[in-house]
């Protein structure tokens, strides 16, 4: 099923990625549906930030293609592990894309506002964005985002860096977004998180995708013996 004018689901089509001659993702189809978040996980180096990449528009792939059911456009946007901020306040931060995205610049302080309010930062509007915490810097990179009201929105390991309870803060972030109807799609390293949000579950084993199972069952019953060895510890991160 597809709502009028969503641009999802998005498909991947046997998508492949080399660089220098080696092959870093291959033959992986899937599609991404609206509804509960979808978690990318697998030992490093398997190939999920590639493939967000991929699927954010950012890497141009070696094989096969990626098709949006809608103009994407300005409708999906990414956030990074590590966020890349301007020399500016909170506010100004938050405002900046929605001035590149062309919305009328009555709307844009209200909409940067309340999405500052979102991520818990309405306070430090006023403060220079480099000197919030490590925490603080994430949450401003998602209130930049979701400012734009996306559809979808891909997270790259949003928490690599921060301690258990930045990360509470963040997962909540993301519970909300999703909970509002925003698609999350997600890589992590960190399998209690992955319980904790994931609506599905996509396994990535050397470049290749194992598993696109709904969480219970991925965790409980996990298909594949790689996804079962993983999840014992067993495959090296
Ligand atoms: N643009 C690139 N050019 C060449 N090699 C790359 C490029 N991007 C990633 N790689 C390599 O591709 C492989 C997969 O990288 P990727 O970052 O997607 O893995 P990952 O699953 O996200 O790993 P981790 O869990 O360590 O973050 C790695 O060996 C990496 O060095």
């Given amino acids: 099923m597809r709502a009028p004018d969503s641009i999802l689901p998005l498909r991947a ?3 492949g990625f080399s660089a220098g001659g080696v092959a870093i993702l291959s033959d992986v189809s899937l599609t991404l549906a609206a509804g509960a978040p979808s978690i990318i996980i697998g030992p490093n180096g398997a190939g999920k930030s590639v493939l967000l990449r991929l699927l954010h528009g950012l890497l141009a792939p070696s094989a096969g293609r990626i098709l949006w059911a809608g103009d994407a456009g300005r409708r999906q946007a990414m956030v990074f592990q590590r966020p890349v901020l301007l020399r500016r306040s909170v506010l100004a931060n938050a405002v900046y894309p929605l001035r590149l995205a062309g919305v009328a610049a009555a709307e844009r302080e209200p909409r940067a506002r309340a999405a ?6 309405a306070a430090l509007a006023e403060r ?3 000197r919030l915490s490590g925490g603080e810097q994430q949450r401003l990179a998602l209130a930049r985002a979701a400012a734009l009201s996306p559809e979808v929105l891909f997270l790259d390991e949003p928490c690599a860096s921060l301690d258990p309870t930045a990360t509470r ?4 972030i993301v519970g909300t977004l999703a909970a509002r109807g925003t698609k999350i799609v ?11 949000l994931a609506g599905e579950v996509l396994f990535l084993d050397r470049g290749r995708l194992q598993e696109q199972t709904p969480a219970a069952t991925f965790f409980n019953t996990p298909a594949t013996s ?3 060895a993983f999840l014992r510890g067993e495959l090296v991160w």
């Fill in 128 to 130: 220079p964005a480099r």
């Fill in 13 to 15: 089509e046997r998508l």
């Fill in 169 to 172: 803060a963040v997962e909540d």
């Fill in 226 to 228: 790689g996804a079962a």
């Fill in 116 to 121: 500052l309010e979102m991520v818990g930062l």
């Fill in 186 to 196: 997600m890589t992590t390293h960190d399998l209690g998180q992955a319980r904790r």
